[in-house]
């Protein structure tokens, strides 16, 4: 029978490194982090291998003093809390004291540090379970602190690392958000030798521009509100800028990062009635509260949070934000809102059937090629006649689709025009049809694609000249891993340079799409869910995504085949009622509810 018995110190540090430290942006985090709490005014990162080989953060800062180098990597040793009270109202980012122990647990580790005043620095050295005395070292008054090989002692954790793309750019993510959090203070981000990014000490929303790229400064709003003991500032994008993923959203609490349910909710309600359902928005936020009314000791990477008054706080988020949304349009012409006075539902007004079947009928295979010649109309068609005529053509032709069954084949009747790009109008036995027509052929994509998936036969369409875009690190390392999933999902993609993609082949029903936006949208897919689980738990959402960008768009002007082609193709393919968000994809207005409208038979 196995004894209790007390774990070895080393062996403890390795465990807690597993919680905190889980891949080199990990350590990043927590080193960055320190530097900011010692006071620095310029910090400088240098990476290797995307920070597998080696994270080197140089500040300013306050210094360690010489008898306090051991203690800084010292399991549960810090400067920042004493008592229970600091810990109820924290003010610094780390607190924990674990981070630098469970990083020198796990790597080679040199701490160097002056403090102002000092002769000189002193450092020590950490390789695993060896730990120097403090020597002598040059260096200007701040620490600097460079990890090497980390898991070099823990070959199994080291596995789980990727590439270095891929570890560099998750590197990268947690400097742009401590960049955002603290633009009072210089930074500079090297990899592999070169610089990434330098930035200036400046106001927030330079800082917020240098980071989310001018598009979106000049698609958003600066927020700037106060309650008791709250305060949110910073920029929200307006809705015209939403984005097919999340990769735009910050926000901080007490200037530190935070991903919390309770603000993600707030914040999509703000923006729900302006923005649509696969749409999110783009903001970089900061909320200011007590200390004392928010828990960050929920978990080991500090990413989460607690409210003392969550519905309060959720309250203030959900109004910042709706009011400044709103602001853009409070000045409207009297008719822009005014509600229709004779029924709360409002319907198109009847279209003006004419002109369109006028035009048309100008081709003598008109009819023929809408109805095909079993039911008569294919000589019918060359005949001159009048406008009218030709209007009651159509509506007889409705009719006798269906009179030998006896049933509405066609529930969707036959198409007589567009509105403005983004409608079909249709007419059928009972009255007027209607059909968001992108909605439409995006649930028939979608249920296509499925099918396709389903036995594995998902067409490719070679491209004749492949279309080329520009890719952030992230990007390219998911097209570098990820090659059997995009091949399975129809997509031929390669990788031009350490910043361009190229797509060679895409699945054959999207070959109209916008390939680059569409080749972006699944990357952001697999990065986001993992190749293995956007081809089987998250199928279908990611199928949905290309359905999305493959539908047909806005004032695209059909013809009247096409519609109509668009309509049969609605009857035969299932729960084409509903786009693949919810939204209905057509609906139907009777001739007696018409009649109403326009006060007939009073």
Same mark, same amino acid.
């Given at each position: ?342 029924? @709360? ?34 000589? @019918? ?96 390392? @998911? ?72 539908? @047909? ?50």
């Amino acid at each position: 029978m196995a004894t209790i018995k007390p774990l070895p110190e080393l062996l403890i540090n390795q465990i807690a490194a597993g919680e905190v430290i889980e891949r080199p942006a990990s350590a990043l985090k927590e080193i960055l982090e320190n530097s900011i709490d010692a006071g620095a005014g310029k910090i400088t990162v240098q990476l290797q291998q995307g920070g597998v080989k080696q994270i080197r953060v140089t500040d300013d800062g306050g210094g360690i003093a010489k008898d306090e180098l051991l203690l800084a990597l010292t399991r549960h040793s810090t400067s920042k809390i004493s008592t229970l009270d600091d810990l109820q109202r924290i003010n610094s980012l780390g607190f924990r004291g674990e981070a630098l122990a469970s990083i020198a647990a796990v790597s080679r580790l040199t701490l160097s540090s002056r403090q102002a005043g000092q002769d000189h620095a002193w450092q020590i050295q950490v390789d695993g379970a060896m730990m120097s005395q403090p020597i002598p070292a040059a260096l200007s008054t701040g620490t600097s602190l460079d990890v090497h090989d980390l898991y070099f002692n823990i070959p199994a954790r080291r596995k789980f690392l990727k590439s270095e793309a891929t570890e560099f750019a998750h590197c990268d993510e947690v400097f742009k958000r401590i960049a955002l959090s603290q633009p009072d203070i210089e930074l500079q981000l090297q990899h592999n030798g070169k610089v990434r990014r330098h930035l200036r000490a400046t106001g927030l929303e330079q800082r917020i521009t240098a980071i989310m790229g001018e598009e979106f400064a000049q698609a958003a709003i600066c927020i700037d509100e106060h309650s008791t003991g709250l305060t949110l500032q910073g920029m929200a994008a307006l809705p015209a800028y939403a984005r097919s993923t999340r990769d735009a959203q910050y926000f901080f609490v007490n200037s530190r990062f935070v991903s919390d349910k309770l603000i993600t909710h707030a914040l999509r309600e703000a923006y729900r009635d302006v923005l649509h359902l696969d749409r999110h928005p783009a903001f970089v936020l900061f909320l200011q509260i007590d200390p004392e009314a928010v828990d960050v000791n929920v978990h080991p990477t500090k990413i989460e949070v607690r409210f003392r008054e969550p519905r309060a706080l959720h309250q203030f988020i959900f109004h910042a934000v709706d009011k400044v949304l709103a602001s853009p349009n409070r000045e409207r012409k009297p008719d822009e809102s005014a509600e229709p006075a004779q029924s @709360v539902r409002s319907y198109p007004s009847f279209p003006q059937f004419n002109k369109t079947v006028q035009r048309a009928a100008q081709s003598d295979g008109f009819y023929r090629t809408l109805f095909g010649s079993q039911n008569g109309f294919s000589s @019918v068609a060359a005949v001159p006649m009048a406008v009218d005529n030709q209007v009651a053509l159509l509506e007889n032709a409705v009719h006798s689709e269906q009179s030998d069954s006896g049933q509405d084949t066609h529930p969707l009747g036959f198409a007589l025009g567009q509105l403005h790009g983004v409608y079909i109008l249709a007419q059928n036995t009972r009255g007027l049809v209607v059909v968001d027509m992108h909605a439409a052929h995006e649930r028939i994509m979608y249920e296509q694609l499925k099918q396709a998936l389903d036995i594995q036969h998902l067409a490719q369409q070679s491209l004749l000249i492949p279309v080329t875009f520009q890719a952030n690190e992230l990007e390219v390392a @998911v097209v570098e891993e990820s090659q059997e999933a995009l091949q399975q999902l129809g997509f031929e993609m390669a990788v031009l340079s350490p910043n361009a993609l190229a797509v060679r082949g895409v699945p054959a029903v999207l070959q109209d799409a916008d390939i680059a936006q569409l080749a972006r949208a699944i990357l952001q897919e697999i990065r986001e869910y993992g190749a293995s689980q956007v081809l089987t738990v998250k199928r279908n959402e990611m199928l949905a995504t290309m359905a999305c960008h493959g539908a @047909v768009r806005a004032n695209r002007q059909l013809t009247l085949s096409e519609m109509n082609a668009l309509l049969r193709k609605m009857e035969m393919t299932e729960r084409a009622e509903q786009c693949n968000h919810g939204r209905p994809t057509w609906f139907e207005t009777s001739l007696m509810e018409l009649d109403k409208l326009f006060m007939r038979g009073k």
